[in-house]
Nanobody, 114 residues
Framework: VQLQASGGGLVQAGGSLRLSCVAS????????IAWYRQAPGKQREMVAAITAGDTTKYADSVRGRFIISTDNAQRSAHLQMHSLNPDDTAIYYC?????????WGQGTQVTVSS
């Protein structure tokens, strides 16, 4: 299983970005897909997750601003981010849980300027 994340970049506070994660090597659908982020000097944290049954979960810090979705039979996921602020600056990683294993993508940098 390989994951390709894209969509990061530099945005001003208040702006929006959309991250995408495409999984290859999956037969069928993923059990769950999640986005994590890691800011400099901080631990990696879960931002948003979605299961094969479309149940979603969000970190308190992003609830109401970020939306996670999937398409292509749960082989790709998107993270729509609105109202970004400098605290959202981090490397964002895609994680796919498939057949009892977790897989990580390479990460995409999101930088929010004030």
């Amino acid at each position: 299983v390989q994951l390709q994340a894209s969509g990061g970049g530099l945005v001003q506070a208040g702006g929006s970005l959309r991250l995408s994660c495409v999984a290859s090597g999956i037969s069928g659908s993923a059990d769950a897909i999640a986005w994590y982020r890691q800011a400099p000097g901080k631990q990696r944290e879960m931002v948003a997750a979605i299961t094969a049954g479309d149940t979603t979960k969000y970190a308190d810090s992003v609830r109401g601003r970020f939306i996670i979705s999937t398409d292509n039979a749960q082989r790709s996921a998107h993270l729509q981010m609105h109202s970004l602020n400098p605290d959202d600056t981090a490397i964002y990683y895609c994680n796919v849980y498939y057949e009892l294993k977790g897989y990580w993508g390479q990460g995409t940098q999101v930088t929010v300027s004030s």
